[in-house]
């Protein structure tokens, strides 16, 4: 197994022939680079909208009691739909956000009626930070905030295991940076045998 399988293997990432190349036509708001590959891909944490349907149901029973002691006149009850869609709209948007790390940059997909997306290349991390709530550490949720040069930083909101997911960016940053020599030893023989001839050719014109 090369390095490059095993990493794969350890990020969760698949062979292009399966997983990866489903994801990748399944990701038509990111164009891909040729030879980019998908490191990780992520969306909040979906019982996040646990919260949410509570705070409705509360609403609409406060509403409702509102209605029925006279507190409120029944003209109230309009409110309840608006209660009712809050917990809609942030599923929504939770289901309408991805996060991605690719070999080469972050990215972020956001918006219900419209669409926001976000780059940033692997270069230009500066720093990533994890935030989680006492919640999050009970349950395994978290924020991880990506600090980038020029201050446009992202943010992986209420992720599964953040903190597996920053290792993931700073593993494909540490990779960038180690970086590979570009080009293939083909052309690069081709360039040396050119050194040598230009070489060759001064030392024949100094012993004219």
């Known amino acids: 197994m090369s390095a490059d399988t095993a990493d794969a293997a350890a990020s969760g990432e698949r062979s292009v022939d399966g997983a990866t190349a489903t994801t990748e036509r399944t990701l038509s ?50 409110w309840l739909p608006a209660f009712a869609v809050l917990p809609l709209w942030q599923y929504a948007r939770i289901a309408k956000t991805v996060f991605v790390i690719t070999d080469r940059r972050v990215a972020t997909r956001r918006g219900v009626l419209g669409v926001t997306v976000s780059t940033v290349a692997l270069d230009r991390v500066q720093n990533s930070t994890v935030t989680q709530g006492s919640i999050g550490r009970l349950i395994g949720y978290g924020t991880v905030v990506i600090e980038t040069a020029g201050g446009s930083d992202l943010a992986f909101w209420n992720v599964d295991a953040p903190i597996a997911v920053r290792a993931e960016l700073e593993h494909s940053a540490g990779r960038l940076e180690g970086g590979t020599v570009p080009g293939t030893p083909e052309q690069w023989r081709a360039v040396l045998d050119e050194v040598r001839g230009w070489r060759r050719a001064l030392e024949r014109g100094g012993g004219d």
């Open 29 to 78: 708001w990111l164009a891909l680079e040729p030879g980019e590959g998908i490191r990780w891909r992520g969306q909040p944490r979906v019982q996040t909208v646990y919260s949410w349907l509570v705070l409705a149901a509360f609403g609409m029973v406060a509403v409702s009691a509102a209605v029925v002691l006279d507190v409120l006149t029944v003209r109230g009850l309009v």
